[in-house]
């Protein structure tokens, strides 16, 4: 696989020493320049590495300073994850159904160009969805997929019922790629806004957060962001 851009090792510095507990919650960072002359990068590098672990909630940032979360993220290294994702199984659970409410091709955030290696302006297909049991939301996502994609599998840009069912097996079938690597990211958190209502929540109920990105040697396939309601487990059973 190629080496990680200058971007992911800072960011997955950061993210491994926060996890660790060797930087505690409310812990101050070092300073932009300070990490830029550490890492001999551009300050925009160390920007858009500090911009992806605020958008997973690791860091908060002020007038004085960058520093911890307060309830930083803690991870779960989930090897059967990759094997369950090579196997193509789907993310919903027995039982549940999923609504697209949104499907397209937009402008890639900074953050998610970086993710997927693009170029600023880029465009990305964004997928917006819902899964529930009966009347209950079980699931609240935006998965992201580099734009040619869209060519190959029209269906990332249908929201018809039925098209989110087995996207992923889909897209790696059409793309001729492998999964070879997975990561997931988890914390705990209360809801903002956006997600309170999507899930049928009061703003600030607890939730659990996450972020999974699928990747080959050619490089990610898939990148997820997804939170579930209080009450709902993730579990994951580990083979010798």
């Known amino acids: 696989m190629p080496s990680p851009k200058t971007f992911t090792k800072i960011a997955d510095h950061f993210r491994e020493r926060i996890l660790s507990g060797e930087l505690e919650p409310g812990a101050k960072l070092p300073t932009n320049r300070e990490i830029a002359g ?13 911009q992806a672990l605020q958008v997973e909630n690791f860091i908060r940032t002020t007038p004085r300073g960058t520093y911890v979360a307060d309830d930083p993220r803690w991870t779960l290294s989930a090897r059967d994850r990759l094997a369950r994702v090579q196997r193509v199984k789907s993310f919903l659970a027995e039982g549940e159904t999923s609504r697209v409410t949104a499907a397209e091709l937009i402008v890639s955030p ?103 990105r699928w990747s080959d040697a050619e490089g990610v396939i898939e990148y997820g962001e997804w939170c579930l309601p209080p009450r709902f487990t993730i579990g994951y059973e580990y083979q010798p």
């Open 38 to 50: 550490q890492w001999q990068a551009a300050a925009a590098t160390v920007s858009r590495a500090l």
């Open 110 to 212: 900074l953050y998610v160009a970086e993710i997927f290696d693009l170029e600023a302006g880029d465009q990305v297909v964004r997928r917006e969805w819902l899964a529930g049991r009966g009347k209950t939301r079980t699931v609240f996502a935006v998965t992201w997929y580099p734009a040619p994609f869209a060519a190959l599998v029209p269906d990332l840009l249908n929201t018809a019922p039925g098209r989110n069912h087995g996207l992923s097996a889909r897209v790696l079938e059409a793309t001729g790629r492998t999964i070879t690597h997975a990561r997931d990211d988890m914390h705990a958190r209360p809801a903002d806004a956006r997600e309170a209502s999507a899930l049928a929540l009061p703003v600030g109920s607890p939730i659990l957060a996450g972020a999974h």
